[in-house]
């Protein structure tokens, strides 16, 4: 039985012999080289982007077995690598639930790639970091030639210019590590791409292909722009959970307050305050208890008390952007044909959606700033309050109390 902390020495031995003795002459991409490489990225772009040990294990076992299955297949070779995955691993008793990661990381490389958490997107990106390297060409060239085999068809360089064309136009790194470290280099072998592309143009039909190329390239970089990238859609999911987790601890301490000034009040009420006539001295430390929880629990409320505003929007307001949609009290009265015209109309304007999104924010923070002012209000009167009443109620009995008759 093999130790789990050796599983991925095991995977690398047997991926190297597969990998060495029984893959096909004519895959020359997908090869033991190619593996190595998806591994040892695996690993940088796994740490850089900080998986645990345990989740590293499971990406790289995943990285050795990813084209194992182009020893068998050509088509859907992910999944005959997954079921050749599984199967080692049950012979070597790895745990089922690490087993099934393993054969989720490698399905996630399948084009096109659709990873559904971190482990699954370095790997992806370790499978196609030569977007963003120097030896781009060298290793497109080796892709190329293997299709070509492969397909049983030629694969003229033209049509290879174009599919790396729209294929690299079309791909985006999923770790912010990757973006950053490869992002830039992959622009860079884009417009390479592009330079080669138009050399080899001629003829006026050659001219009418290029155009509609550069209509679609425009179409998609427009495409781009309207989409957010994912450090940016990490910032805003992120910021607004925050604000919603502080404004829910807001909520939570005004709640508090509320709760201990009630019973405090209940107490007097139900007991104190029947018993002045006996005592009459307690009146003034009473009545500065009363007002004390009073003033705390309106601060509280008030805290807590939530603005609705009138509800609606006109499509003047959508084409001058002033309305977020985003926040409800600026749609809740209007009717849903309207509204999705208008949802509609901000989807087409990337500047509209980032200026609704930071306007979310930001009112978000000035209700947080409104709630947590009248909390500190209402803690402050609390603290100093209780503080005096219960010093009243000391000098009261101490030097005002009433003799008791004998």
Same mark, same amino acid.
């Given at each position: ?168 136009? +079309? ?12 992002? +830039? ?81 209940s107490v007097l009420v139900s007991?104190?305050?029947r018993k002045l006539e006996e ?51 600026n749609f809740h009265s209007m ?72």
């Open positions: 039985m093999a130790k789990s902390s050796s599983i991925v020495d095991l995977s690398q031995a047997y991926a190297k012999d597969i990998l060495s003795t029984k893959l096909p002459e004519e895959i020359l991409y997908h090869s033991l080289e190619h593996t190595i490489g998806v591994v040892e990225a695996v690993e940088l772009i796994g740490k850089e982007s900080g998986l645990t040990d345990e989740q590293l294990e499971i990406a790289t076992v995943a990285g050795w077995f990813h084209d194992l299955g182009y020893s068998e297949t050509m088509e859907a070779h992910e999944e005959r690598s997954a079921e050749m995955a599984l199967a080692f691993l049950d012979k070597h008793h790895y745990a089922s639930e690490k087993a099934d990661q393993v054969k989720a990381c490698i399905l996630a490389t399948t084009m096109p790639q659709n990873p559904q958490n971190l482990m699954e997107q370095v790997i992806c990106d370790a499978d196609l970091m030569h977007l963003g390297t120097e030896d781009y060409f060298e290793k497109s060239n080796l892709l190329h030639k293997e299709m070509s085999h492969t397909q049983g068809e030629k694969i003229s360089k033209k049509q290879w210019m174009k599919m790396n064309q729209t294929f690299i136009g +079309e791909h985006q790194f999923f770790t912010e590590y990757a973006q950053k470290t490869f992002g +830039e280099k992959e622009q860079e072998n884009l417009k390479e791409v592009e330079k080669k592309l138009k050399e080899m143009k001629g003829g006026k039909e050659s001219e009418k292909l290029q155009r509609k190329i550069e209509e679609l390239q425009l179409k998609l970089q427009k495409t781009k722009e309207l989409t957010p990238t994912r450090g940016i859609e990490t910032m805003f999911r992120l910021t607004s959970k925050n604000h919603l987790d502080l404004s829910g601890m807001a909520d939570n301490k005004a709640n508090i307050m509320i709760s201990i000034n009630s019973i405090i009040l007991v104190i305050l005592y009459p001295h307690l009146m003034i430390p009473s009545l500065i208890m009363t007002i004390v929880c009073l003033i705390t629990i309106v601060f509280a409320i008030l805290a807590t008390r939530p603005n609705v505003s009138r509800g609606k929007f006109t499509r003047d307001d959508i084409h001058q952007k002033k309305t977020n949609l985003l926040f409800f009290g009717d849903l044909p309207d509204y999705e015209w208008g949802m509609k109309e901000m989807l087409k304007d990337a500047n509209y959606l980032y200026s609704s999104l930071i306007r979310d924010i930001y009112f978000l923070g000035v209700v947080l700033g409104k709630k947590y002012k009248l909390l500190r209000i209402s803690y402050t009167v609390f603290m100093f309050g209780f503080v005096i009443s219960i010093l009243s109620f000391v000098i009261a009995e101490v030097f005002f109390k009433a003799p008791y008759p004998y």
